[in-house]
């Protein structure tokens, strides 16, 4: 049985991977994982960009905003992440790090990206 969170978190990666592909993304990998290191989602636009993103979704912003909580040490495992799938994939074109912070409303989920939220 999965916890509520668990399941929180499952439903933000689906909200966020479809607004991903409403705004014309391609979602090229999802849960891509290289030692110690996660990335949500790996996508592209237009062929030309390769986006690497974090999806935080938290039930209430009572403790703070999702995207609060991309830590330093979430940053630098990311990063290393990025390199394997930049070298896996023998990528050259330009790459980006974006934040989708996913909170629950009435209608679904509401879904705020950050772009090139950090380097």
Known sequence: MTSPAHQLGQAGEDAAA???TAQGYTVVQRN???????????ATLDTRLLVFVEVKARSTSQFGYPEAFVTERKRQL??????????E???????RFDVLAVT?????????H???AFY
């Open 32 to 42: 891509y994982r290289y030692r110690r290191a996660e990335i949500d989602l790996i």
């Open 18 to 20: 479809a607004h991903l």
């Open 114 to 116: 950050f772009e090139d």
């Open 104 to 112: 629950p409303v009435a209608a679904g989920f509401r879904v705020e």
């Open 89 to 95: 994939l023998d990528w050259h074109g330009d790459i």
């Open 78 to 87: 990311f990063r290393l992440a990025a390199e394997q799938v930049q070298e």
